[in-house]
């Protein structure tokens, strides 16, 4: 079925309420998901993956600093989704660039790390470089990387997969780098066991937006009931509070 971006940006934010979500973190949320798919970068199929888990994030240790210096920082996310606690690490890696003109910041513990894009382009738009690194799967090994310029509208994007071993990389791991004095760029190298190697550019980026714009956004029928039906889960709050109100008075 076709929607439009309004729809599904208010049925997002009413299920990320409805999950536990803090307020700002829900719109996150939301917005990480909403940017990638009308970039065309497949959010809806990445929100698939972390939807059947959302619901633990509200049991999980909140993300926190394990280490910290001037330039650099560790966090561990707790193996909570980055629609929960990726937008934080960039906010920190972009001041820590602010203050010093370069800083990068190792995540620990941290799934659907595609969503990072959206912070990254947040970065640029304010006039910080950004770059992101991380290798993902359980059999067959991707790796990712995203890059946005200082004053860029939009990053380039690069995954491939691999033949690197799954007893050899943390595929929970992200590497943020922002700087304030030197334009960052990133590109998957062709290297021998490099293959399906995909790359979009920020132009093409732009112009997945413009198509997207014009044309609405696709859901698959069953994705678009789940959604709807985790965020009822507000709705029914919303309603037994006001009975009690009514009752109250």
């Not at 633990?56 to 606690?85: F, M, T």
């Not at 934080?88 to 602010?98: C, G, I, N, P, R």
């Not at 304010?126 to 939009?154: C, F, M, P, V």
């Not at 609405?216 to 037994?240: C, F, M, P, Y």
């Amino acid at each position: 079925m076709k929607i439009s971006m309004n729809e599904l940006s208010a049925a997002l934010r009413r299920c990320f309420e409805a999950t536990g979500y803090f307020v700002g973190n829900y719109e996150d949320a939301a917005n990480m998901i909403l940017w990638l798919e009308k970039h065309g970068l497949k959010g809806l199929e990445e929100l698939t993956r972390a939807l059947p888990y959302i619901n633990q994030d509200r049991d999980k240790p909140l993300n926190n600093v394990v280490y910290e210096d001037s330039a650099s920082a560790i966090i561990d996310c707790h193996d909570r989704s980055a629609l929960n606690c990726i937008a934080s690490s960039v906010d920190l890696a972009h001041a820590k660039a602010l203050e010093n003109g370069i800083a990068t910041v190792t995540v620990h513990n941290c799934h659907n790390r595609k969503f990072i894009l959206k912070a990254l382009t947040d970065c640029g738009r304010r006039g910080i470089s950004a770059a992101a690194y991380w290798q993902n799967g359980s059999s067959l090994i991707t790796e990712h990387t995203a890059a946005i310029k200082a004053g860029d509208r939009y990053p380039s994007y690069s995954e491939a997969a691999t033949n690197i071993q799954l007893n050899e990389v943390d595929t929970r791991a992200l590497t943020i780098i922002c700087s304030s004095r030197v334009d960052l760029t990133s590109s998957l190298q062709k290297s021998k066991g490099n293959t399906a190697t995909f790359n979009v550019s920020p132009e093409q980026v732009a112009a997945n937006k413009e198509k997207s714009v014009e044309n609405g956004i696709n859901i698959d029928d069953d994705l678009w009931a789940e959604i709807n039906r985790v965020g009822t889960g507000i709705l029914v709050s919303a309603s037994e509070q006001s009975r009690q109100g009514a009752g109250g008075r």
